[in-house]
């Protein structure tokens, strides 16, 4: 072809300068080159650092001893042990306090996007100040506000505000009453477990017939009597103690036994919780006004009551344009964790940067921290996304 | 068309209810909503006294009154003040050519800020930073504002020149805050003497700045047909946008040195500057992409059928209409970057929250004071993001693109 003289026909030949194909791979070539280059001066750049100052990049520390202490380890933990186990720590109260956090807002949010869209002025009022307090501060200074301000005004050990259940607050942290299994317990836990499983089969097979045949088949009522039995058959299984209550009691200068809270989970649990719900809470607003004014009008014509209107036609709408949103403040929250640093809060930031301080880590710890967010953000929006999938509509 | 016919029938917009009206409607339309109005009230009532009480006459706000100038510009050489009020008129008299421009909102803001530089400057107080000089240049700020008013009123200036004027200021501002090693006029100051506002604002204006275009790149990096280029690109923003922050604070500060030849020294404050951008941009990324999924293919085989270059077909056909379709999620994410300025503090640099977590520190006096300073903070920060929101909701209005929240 490229030797046909050229005419002015059709078939005249692109030059190669022009035609798409070759510049396509020429740019992809030059594209390539450029990364690699880019990534090869780094890593050389890293290898002289890393020998002028004695570095490793190996892993083999997590097996040292850690060596640094850990304030009230949700699982069980000394300086002795390895750091791997210390990083593990930090992950757990990540976990703990991203999960505790997420319930908390998602509960709080969807009750403020409710009184926001409340027909009293004042209620909506209430609301909307909340939703614009938390959305415009910096979470870091919400933070400093509940731990160093509100929680400085608690009292000490001595003067302990008391609340219902019973509830000890002062310096040293909450301490709560806390369930705890008998040695008979775990029966009971089983017999609920059982239970739980009938009844959720229980109910999407009944839920399905009533939907496939539209004979009332009772779904609600069953599951819950299920559950209700196999509760009350466990209860006798375990000979009536499957929990003893764990409550908190003042012994010499200290609180024993009970669930103790640091001041620094509380402060970031109550934080993030709060300034995560004003965002949910608008969240869920946006996704119930969605839901057009006929749909609702359309549910009382055909007879259906306001629970039904809600659970039936309302929030399935909602839940549509309410969860990919959703999905991306659960990973907010639990990336906004790592916020905790700054106040002593030893979740996994704070356990890496310990080690980061100890020489010749740095990389190595930061690929741990990096790839443990990655994967727990990874991980989040993978099983959000399949329920997600699966409330979406189906076009048939 | 005979208009005498429209004249008498007087069509009537529907009238407001009257005051009593609507509290039936709004307060007491049912038993339920009257008992929680009942309950409400004084409650809300109770609080609101509680909390002027305090701020009037229990509350303590020495630890934020003493130190203007520490809070404004952190440990900024005082004899190089200058500098800092240059590109402070520079920014007013822009408000103000903006204002006679475009009005609307911007009138409220340049309003406001005259309305503050006023009362700062006639406090009946002593005051050892709140000389007569300072005084007078907070007015003379104001008749600035009001020339560039008058000039943005009169003169028909390009917009793009207004907006390449705001785009420079903060470049300028960097220059002249950083000044030269062999200059006598403009010496330089180290960046660990910034602090303050200053910084705050330096950080998220350079990091919007900075953010966008990288963000847009980003976006059609990802969207590229070269495998490599997208390839990139994806695990680039999915990488940043699963990791916090802070982490990417922390890469900046400590592990880009190790990545980067011996001999080269970053600025700490520049470290943090591309730690919030890069963070940023990954993020404007996403959003960005999801305008440009929204424009409809036609629009480019159009362009195309009227010979438009690639090039071309991109600027003036696929990004206006992509940008505009999700320009509140960009104004969204330039605000939450404006919070996230305050994490620089973990790192050790004094912004404006950094400031005054010095100032309580410093003194135990102070300590006792830290409620007072924090919500100061708060307020700040809680003012300048709420106009942010604000301006970006008449924007969207006047654009006609609907937020999604």
């Known amino acids: ?396 | 068309m005979a208009s005498s016919e429209l004249e008498q029938e007087e069509i009537r917009p529907p009238q407001p209810p009257g005051f009593l009206q609507w509290i039936r409607e709004n307060l007491f339309s049912s038993i339920f909503n009257s008992v929680l109005t009942v309950v409400l009230l004084p409650v809300v009532v109770f609080i609101i006294y509680q909390v002027l009480v305090w701020v009037l006459f229990q509350a303590n706000w020495k630890a934020v009154t003493q130190f203007p100038l520490l809070y404004t510009v952190g440990q900024y050489p005082r004899d190089q003040l200058w500098r800092v009020g240059f590109i402070f008129s520079g920014m007013i008299l822009m408000l103000g050519i903006s204002w006679g421009r475009w009005g609307g909102l911007l009138r409220s803001i340049t309003l406001a800020a005259g309305g503050l530089l006023l009362v700062v400057a006639i406090l009946p107080v002593q005051h050892a930073e709140l000389t007569l000089n300072m005084r007078l240049y907070l007015v003379s700020n104001i008749a600035l504002a009001l020339v560039g008013y008058l000039i943005g009123k009169k003169i028909p200036i390009k917009s793009y020149l207004i907006f390449a004027a705001w785009f420079l200021i903060p470049i300028i501002g960097v220059i002249l805050l950083a000044g030269f090693e062999s200059s006598t006029l403009i010496p330089p100051v180290q960046t660990t003497q910034w602090g303050g506002l200053l910084v705050t604002f330096l950080l998220a204006a350079g990091g919007i700045v900075l953010s966008f275009p990288l963000g847009v790149a980003l976006a059609f990096g990802r969207r590229s047909s070269l495998p490599v280029v997208s390839a990139f690109s994806t695990v680039f923003i999915e990488v940043i946008r699963g990791v916090p922050l802070v982490t990417i604070l922390f890469m900046f500060s400590i592990i880009l040195a190790l990545f980067l030849p011996a001999e080269s020294r970053i600025d700490r404050l520049v470290r943090a500057l591309m730690a919030v951008t890069v963070f940023s941009a990954a993020y404007s990324a996403e959003n960005v992409r999801g305008g440009l999924q929204s424009v409809p293919l036609g629009q480019i085989e159009a362009a195309k059928a009227l010979g438009m270059s690639n090039f071309k077909t991109t600027i003036f056909i696929v990004l206006p209409q992509a940008l505009r379709a999700v320009l509140p999620a960009i104004v969204g994410q330039f605000i939450s970057l404006f919070k996230d300025t305050t994490l620089v503090v973990i790192i050790g640099i004094n912004d404006f929250l950094g400031i005054g977590r010095s100032i309580i520190n410093s003194d135990p006096e102070f300590v006792q004071l830290r409620t007072e300073v924090y919500l100061f903070m708060a307020l700040v920060y809680w003012i300048f993001s709420y106009l942010m929101s604000l301006a970006s909701r008449r924007i969207e209005s006047a654009m006609g693109v609907e937020s999604n929240l």
């Open chain 1, 1 to 396: 072809m490229a030797l046909q003289t050229p005419q002015k026909t059709e078939t005249t030949a692109i030059p190669f300068y022009r035609d798409e194909r070759v510049l396509q791979i020429a740019a992809q070539i030059i594209s390539a080159v450029l990364i690699f280059i880019l990534l090869y001066w780094a890593v050389v750049n890293f290898l002289r650092a890393a020998e002028a100052r004695n570095m490793t990049l190996s892993f083999g520390f997590l097996k040292e001893a850690a060596g640094f202490p850990i304030s009230n380890p949700p699982i069980e933990y000394d300086p002795s042990m390895s750091f791997a186990r210390a990083f593990l720590v930090g992950l757990a109260n990540t976990l703990i306090v991203s999960g505790a956090g997420v319930v908390t807002a998602t509960i709080l949010g969807t009750l403020i996007a409710l009184a926001r869209l409340s027909s009293n002025w004042l209620m909506s009022r209430i609301a909307l100040a909340f939703i614009e307090f938390h959305r415009n501060i910096p979470l870091l200074v919400l933070l400093f506000i509940w731990y160093f301000v509100v929680f400085s005004f608690v009292p000490p050990i001595k003067d302990s505000l008391v609340w219902p259940g019973p509830i000890f607050i002062n310096k040293r942290g909450i301490y709560l009453s806390w369930p705890r299994l008998t040695e008979t317990g775990p029966v009971f836990l089983i017999a609920l477990g059982i239970g739980i499983v009938v009844a959720i089969a229980a109910f999407s097979i009944l839920r399905k017939k009533r939907q496939e045949t539209g004979k009332k088949t009772y779904f609600m009522p069953v599951s819950i009597g299920l559950v209700v039995i196999s509760f009350v058959v466990g209860w006798f299984l375990a000979g009536g103690s499957p929990f003893w209550i764990d409550t908190p009691s003042l012994k010499g200068f200290n609180f024993q036994g009970g669930m103790r809270l640091t001041p620094e989970f509380a402060g970031m649990y109550l934080s993030l919780s709060l300034y995560t719900a004003a965002f949910i809470a608008e969240v869920v607003r946006g996704g119930i006004q969605a839901v057009s004014k006929g749909q609702i009008e359309a549910a009382r014509a055909l007879g259906l009551n306001q629970f039904q209107v809600v659970s039936l036609v309302v929030m399935p709408q909602a839940l549509r344009i309410i969860i990919p949103p959703m999905i991306s403040q659960y990973l907010n929250l639990t990336k906004n964790s790592s916020l905790a640093l700054a106040i002593g809060f030893q979740e996994v930031f704070a356990v890496g940067k310990i080690a980061i301080n100890q020489a010749g880590r740095a990389v190595p710890v930061f690929a741990l921290i990096m790839a443990t967010y990655l994967s727990l953000s990874l991980l989040t929006s993978f099983i959000l996304n399949i329920y997600n999938r699966r409330i979406q509509f189906v076009v048939r």
